[in-house]
């Protein structure tokens, strides 16, 4: 059975909630102001931090991942101007078509390339995998990209042109020079990128380093930019806020700028990518820049939130967990885990209380535990204490939910049972002095039979409690004189 135990004073309650919330502004103060002065603190330290060192940083990420996209094909071209085949079959005087042309689809397959080509210097005869596709001509607008490259001091040229072979679609050409053996040219060979596919590459940039990316050769031409784009097409020198600083990027090329257009500022990083021989610009708004230390600021003050909802919590269920250790120990008896003789009365007032207001009957019964100072005496206290933690268990397991049973004092138990008269409440009494007298010795001792003696009282009108008790405490004494282990009412 479970003993009600009295009800904690009113006062403690309010006392708990003004301490937790005084807790909870405090620690709500504290990790605010420290978080939202941290924030503005560091706030224009970041913005720095970002100009000189994450833009830059990024930079070089896209770079390398250029150098794997982009710049490959400048090196299969490199390696198909110095093929000795190539060399060999111009030499030759080009008389297999089928070998160029073949040649030429090995390229594309190995490597991956959208198309591949050679220009002959010799016939002006335009070779591709599928054969020879014209003859190259001074006067013709479209064919002008060669007779460019025929005059470069350079090896190479990166050249954004259509395709005649591929339904003129825009295709990045990477145009590189042939020479004999003694450097004399034999024409223009090299691979193409379809635009499109460029311009997906780009975006899987954008999109996994959160900036926006594009190209611009060095007339400042935007020749290549990603999906979404502020500077899309044209010219650096005709964009609004970026012209006035286009001739001192292109003259020096790597470096970070700023510039304001349509009411934002932007953040760009250029740098100069000698492979591609265009500039690389990597850009982002300030508000963008700044967003992540905002979103930082946000996640620090809803942790800040979580930890003070948990330190309050915590706080509130340790007092309320140490204010009912406080109670337990304030109300219950140490030895036998029951209600203590302090907190009996209080119940027993409540008790006698609800029986007078309900019309019904209330018996009390006190037991005493025979001989027990023989027990200490022959087999010490702690088997002493045993006993009563035994009588103590016997008593609990006989009793009903709503009966109440306390340590009285020493080795005397008083019992509390609500509507029950005197016949019944001696029908139990005898019941349980049966039960410790069977159940009894205690466990691994060799006891003689532990037995109880129990008094019992009925509660009169208008007696007062301590009379009630007097009556119970007489009977059991009564019950001793009649020589132990039996019941006598009172």
């Known amino acids: 059975m479970s003993n009600p135990r009295p009800a904690a004073p009113k006062a403690t309650v309010p006392r708990k ?57 400048v090196f299969i071209s490199s390696m198909m101007a110095s093929d000795t085949f190539l060399r060999d079959w111009t030499l030759r005087g080009e008389r297999d078509t089928s070998e160029i042309t073949r040649y030429l689809k090995e390229i594309m397959a190995r490597y991956g390339a959208f198309t591949s080509f050679f220009v002959s210097e010799a016939s002006h005869h335009y070779y591709h995998p599928s ?22 001091m350079e090896p190479y040229e990166i050249n954004v042109d259509q ?38 590459a780009l975006q899987a940039y954008q999109e996994r380093f959160g900036r926006r990316i594009s190209f611009v050769d060095t007339h400042g031409r935007i020749v290549l930019y990603g999906n979404g784009a502020d500077m899309q097409s044209g010219n650096i020198n005709e ?53 992540g230390i905002r979103q930082t600021l946000y996640v620090n003050l809803g942790v800040c939130a979580l930890v003070s909802l948990l330190v309050v919590g915590i706080t509130g269920l340790a007092l309320r967990r140490y204010q009912e250790r406080l109670e337990e120990l304030a109300t219950t008896d140490k030895l036998t885990g029951l209600l203590n003789r302090q907190s009996l009365d209080a119940l027993l007032h409540q008790a006698i209380t609800r029986a007078r207001r309900s019309g019904t009957p209330l018996a009390l019964l006190l037991a005493d535990v025979d001989h027990f100072k023989a027990v200490n005496d022959e087999h010490g206290h702690l088997v002493g204490d ?37 016949s019944a409440a001696l029908a139990l009494a005898e019941k349980l002095r049966v039960a410790v007298a069977d159940g009894m010795p205690a466990a691994g001792q060799a006891l003689s039979r532990v037995t109880v003696s129990l008094g019992v009282a009925e ?32």
């Open 17 to 73: 909630r003004v301490l937790l919330l005084g807790l909870s502004v405090l620690l709500c103060i504290g990790f605010f102001s420290t978080t939202l002065i941290s924030y503005r603190v560091s706030r224009n330290a970041i913005r720095e931090s970002i100009l000189t060192q994450e833009l830059p940083l990024t930079s070089d990420n896209i770079y390398s991942e250029i150098l794997k996209d982009l710049v490959r094909p």
């Open 131 to 152: 054969g020879v596709l014209k003859t190259v001509r001074a006067d013709e607008p479209l064919d002008a990209w060669y007779f460019r490259v025929r005059r470069l």
């Open 163 to 200: 395709d005649m072979a591929n339904r003129n679609l825009l295709t990045i050409f990477i145009n590189y020079r042939v020479l004999d053996y003694e450097g004399h040219l034999l024409g223009v060979t090299g691979v193409g990128l379809a635009m499109d596919s460029v311009r997906t």
């Open 239 to 291: 964009i609004p806020g970026l012209r006035d600083q286009a001739k001192t990027i292109l003259t020096q090329g790597a470096g970070n700028y700023q510039y304001t257009r349509d009411g934002q500022t932007h953040l760009l990083n250029v740098r100069y990518i000698p492979e591609l021989k265009w500039f690389l610009f990597v850009e982002k708004t300030e508000d963008e820049a700044l967003a």
């Open 386 to 422: 045993e006993v009563l933690r035994r009588v103590a268990q016997t008593l609990r397991e006989q009793l009903r939910e709503s009966d109440t049973v306390c340590r009285w004092g020493g080795e005397e138990f008083l019992i509390i049972v609500q509507d029950c008269d005197a």
């Open 459 to 490: 509660l009169k009108p208008k007696e007062s409690e301590d009379a009630l008790v007097g009556r119970a405490d007489a009977a059991m004494y009564a019950a001793k004189d009649a020589g132990r282990n039996c019941v006598r009412l009172g």
